[in-house]
Nanobody, 128 residues
Framework: QVQLVESGGGLVQPGGSLRLSCEASGFTLRYYNLGWFRQAPGKEHEGVSCLLDSDGSTYYTDSVKGRFTISRDNAKNTVYLEMTDLKPEDTAVYYC?????????????????????WGQGTQVTVSS
């Protein structure tokens, strides 16, 4: 069964850190571009960070630059999102997704061009 399973979310105080994981099953992540998206209550999905398979180029939305880091472990078939200095406005459900290698960072992270189904998401709540 092809699926993506996110984990690692939770409740954290402002300034805290979390590491999100997304494990793939039924397919090999290494042949795809990977990305993290989020949806806050009442808002549209937003591309948070994306990673190209071809050359490792990355994209981060402006609000998370310098605080979030995307990475992949092909041996574990897993993509990660390391989040530091978390802010209340980071509160959202976070999803991982993939895109085909021909998709650009802009197409994937800004335009939302992804391939296949997303996972169920993991809730991140930043609150004191």
């Amino acid at each position: 069964q092809v699926q993506l399973v996110e984990s690692g979310g939770g409740l954290v105080q402002p300034g805290g850190s979390l590491r999100l994981s997304c494990e793939a099953s039924g397919f090999t992540l290494r042949y795809y571009n990977l990305g993290w998206f989020r949806q806050a209550p009442g808002k549209e999905h937003e591309g948070v960070s994306c990673l190209l398979d071809s050359d490792g180029s990355t994209y981060y939305t402006d609000s998370v630059k310098g605080r979030f880091t995307i990475s992949r472990d092909n041996a574990k078939n897993t993509v990660y999102l390391e989040m530091t200095d978390l802010k209340p406005e980071d509160t959202a459900v976070y999803y991982c997704a993939r895109s085909t290698p021909s998709t650009t960072l802009q197409e994937m992270c800004i335009e939302g061009d992804t391939f296949g189904s997303w996972g169920q998401g993991t809730q991140v709540t930043v609150s004191s």
